[in-house]
Protein backbone atom coordinates (compact mmCIF):
# COMPACT_ATOMS: atom_id res chain seq x y z
CA UNK A 1 0.00 0.00 0.00
CA UNK A 2 1.30 3.62 -0.98
CA UNK A 3 2.06 6.14 1.56
CA UNK A 4 0.25 9.47 1.53
CA UNK A 5 2.17 12.18 -0.17
CA UNK A 6 2.48 15.41 1.94
CA UNK A 7 1.90 18.13 -0.37
CA UNK A 8 3.91 21.38 0.80
CA UNK A 9 1.62 24.54 1.41
CA UNK A 10 2.52 26.38 -1.03
CA UNK A 11 0.94 28.58 -4.26
CA UNK A 12 2.70 26.51 -7.24
CA UNK A 13 5.47 23.69 -8.05
CA UNK A 14 7.54 23.88 -10.71
CA UNK A 15 7.83 20.58 -13.01
CA UNK A 16 10.67 19.46 -10.53
CA UNK A 17 9.37 19.35 -7.68
CA UNK A 18 6.07 17.89 -9.02
CA UNK A 19 8.10 14.84 -10.46
CA UNK A 20 10.00 15.04 -7.01
CA UNK A 21 6.80 14.84 -4.79
CA UNK A 22 5.01 12.22 -7.36
CA UNK A 23 7.78 10.26 -8.22
CA UNK A 24 6.71 10.27 -11.79
CA UNK A 25 9.21 11.62 -14.20
CA UNK A 26 8.81 15.67 -16.27
CA UNK A 27 8.37 14.07 -19.86
CA UNK A 28 5.59 11.65 -18.33
CA UNK A 29 4.08 14.65 -16.72
CA UNK A 30 4.56 16.69 -20.24
CA UNK A 31 2.73 13.54 -21.62
CA UNK A 32 0.00 13.64 -19.34
CA UNK A 33 -0.74 17.27 -19.54
CA UNK A 34 -1.96 16.43 -23.58
CA UNK A 35 -3.81 13.02 -22.80
CA UNK A 36 -5.46 14.37 -19.73
CA UNK A 37 -7.10 17.94 -20.23
CA UNK A 38 -7.92 18.78 -16.73
CA UNK A 39 -4.08 18.98 -16.11
CA UNK A 40 -3.37 22.46 -17.11
CA UNK A 41 -0.73 24.20 -15.36
CA UNK A 42 -0.16 28.17 -16.04
CA UNK A 43 3.26 28.82 -17.82
CA UNK A 44 5.54 31.73 -17.34
CA UNK A 45 7.09 34.01 -20.03
CA UNK A 46 10.13 32.04 -20.13
CA UNK A 47 7.36 29.11 -20.59
CA UNK A 48 8.07 27.07 -17.51
CA UNK A 49 5.15 25.52 -16.16
CA UNK A 50 3.82 26.23 -12.81
CA UNK A 51 1.26 23.75 -11.33
CA UNK A 52 -1.36 24.30 -8.63
CA UNK A 53 -1.67 22.24 -5.04
CA UNK A 54 -5.30 21.21 -7.24
CA UNK A 55 -2.88 19.79 -10.50
CA UNK A 56 -0.95 17.93 -8.44
CA UNK A 57 -3.63 16.43 -6.68
CA UNK A 58 -4.99 15.41 -9.86
CA UNK A 59 -1.68 13.90 -11.18
CA UNK A 60 -0.83 11.69 -7.72
CA UNK A 61 -5.02 10.23 -8.86
CA UNK A 62 -4.03 9.67 -11.72
CA UNK A 63 -1.02 7.73 -11.00
CA UNK A 64 -3.37 5.62 -8.60
CA UNK A 65 -5.28 5.05 -11.27
CA UNK A 66 -2.71 3.98 -13.86
CA UNK A 67 -0.21 2.43 -11.37
CA UNK A 68 -1.92 0.97 -8.45
CA UNK A 69 -5.22 0.60 -9.90
CA UNK A 70 -3.91 -0.54 -13.02
CA UNK A 71 -6.24 0.89 -15.63
CA UNK A 72 -5.56 2.45 -19.03
CA UNK A 73 -5.03 5.70 -19.86
CA UNK A 74 -8.55 5.60 -21.43
CA UNK A 75 -9.83 4.09 -18.50
CA UNK A 76 -8.47 6.56 -16.15
CA UNK A 77 -10.47 9.00 -18.18
CA UNK A 78 -13.27 7.52 -18.09
CA UNK A 79 -13.20 7.78 -13.85
CA UNK A 80 -12.43 11.31 -13.74
CA UNK A 81 -14.84 12.03 -16.24
CA UNK A 82 -16.96 10.38 -14.07
CA UNK A 83 -16.07 11.90 -10.89
CA UNK A 84 -16.28 15.12 -12.51
CA UNK A 85 -19.51 14.78 -13.78
CA UNK A 86 -20.65 13.97 -10.35
CA UNK A 87 -19.33 17.23 -9.21
CA UNK A 88 -20.80 19.09 -11.37
CA UNK A 89 -24.71 17.33 -10.87
CA UNK A 90 -23.84 18.27 -7.46
CA UNK A 91 -22.98 21.87 -8.33
CA UNK A 92 -26.38 22.00 -10.37
CA UNK A 93 -28.81 20.70 -7.86
CA UNK A 94 -26.53 23.74 -5.21
CA UNK A 95 -27.37 25.87 -7.77
CA UNK A 96 -30.90 25.03 -7.94
CA UNK A 97 -31.51 25.17 -4.19
CA UNK A 98 -29.58 28.67 -4.02
CA UNK A 99 -32.48 29.56 -6.83
CA UNK A 100 -35.23 28.19 -4.48
CA UNK A 101 -33.70 30.08 -1.53
CA UNK A 102 -33.33 33.39 -3.52
CA UNK A 103 -37.17 33.13 -4.96
CA UNK A 104 -38.11 32.77 -1.05
CA UNK A 105 -35.85 35.81 0.27
CA UNK A 106 -37.10 37.84 -2.46
CA UNK A 107 -40.87 36.85 -1.34
CA UNK A 108 -40.07 37.60 2.35
CA UNK A 109 -38.50 40.67 1.19
CA UNK A 110 -41.41 41.68 -0.97
CA UNK A 111 -43.80 40.81 2.33
CA UNK A 112 -41.76 43.18 4.88
CA UNK A 113 -41.49 45.98 2.29
CA UNK A 114 -45.28 45.52 2.27
CA UNK A 115 -45.78 45.56 5.97
CA UNK A 116 -43.35 48.83 6.42
CA UNK A 117 -45.45 50.21 4.11
CA UNK A 118 -48.78 49.40 6.11
CA UNK A 119 -46.70 50.46 9.37
CA UNK A 120 -45.88 54.35 7.90
CA UNK A 121 -49.61 54.91 6.68
CA UNK A 122 -50.70 53.48 10.01
Known sequence: MARKTEIPDKLYFKIGEVS??????????????????????????????????????????????????????????????????????QQLQLGFEDAKTRQVLTKIKEDLQGIKELIAKG
Open 20 to 89: ELTGIKPYVLRYWESEFNIVKPSKTKTNQRLYKRKEVELIMEIKKLLYEDKFTIAGAKKVLQERHRGRST
